[in-house]
């Protein structure tokens, strides 16, 4: 029990902070935060994902923390075989962000159905990254640091 509570709460934080970070940082950009969670739905509805209204975006947002629920999951079960993960859990958090910002632009979204949108640039490129590593990837470990043992 403990170490699923670990991951649900990891996941949790993990997931909270980064859509409010997108949904903080897209608003500068002009772009809604039901289309946000829109765009998150369009990865298994395709284009439909955007006419879906607020069904999509409720979809959207539960992808959203199923996926960092599943990252979570990933590193808890990591740091039980590889205790470096909580005995350094701001490095290797940080570590275990970048790479999730890798995967998640490089692997899953482009095998996924969500429709092209206007490529990130500049400091949201920045922010993109900030956010996995800082805002995903440390709380996780931090989280399994806490709780996990």
């Not at 990891?10 to 909270?16: D, E, F, L």
């Not at 590889?82 to 958090?93: A, H, K, N």
């Not at 490129?125 to 989280?143: M, S």
């Amino acid at each position: 029990m403990r170490t699923l509570a670990t991951i649900l709460i990891g996941g949790s934080i993990a997931g909270t902070l980064d859509i409010l970070y997108a949904i903080s940082a897209y608003s500068l950009r002009g772009v809604k935060p039901m289309v946000i969670l829109q765009s998150v739905a369009s990865g298994v509805q395709g284009a439909q994902a955007y006419s879906g209204g607020g069904t999509s975006a409720a979809l959207g947002l539960g992808l959203h923390f199923f996926m960092t629920t599943l990252m979570a999951l990933i590193y808890v079960l990591a740091a039980q075989v590889f205790p470096i993960l909580t005995t350094r859990p701001v490095m290797t958090g940080a570590a275990y962000g970048v790479l999730l910002y890798l995967v998640m632009n490089y692997v899953v979204v482009p095998l996924s159905l969500a429709v092209p949108g206007r490529p990130p640039e500049g400091w949201y490129i920045l922010g993109a990254l900030f956010a996995h590593l800082c805002l995903v990837g440390v709380p996780i470990a931090l989280t399994a640091a806490k709780f996990g043992k």
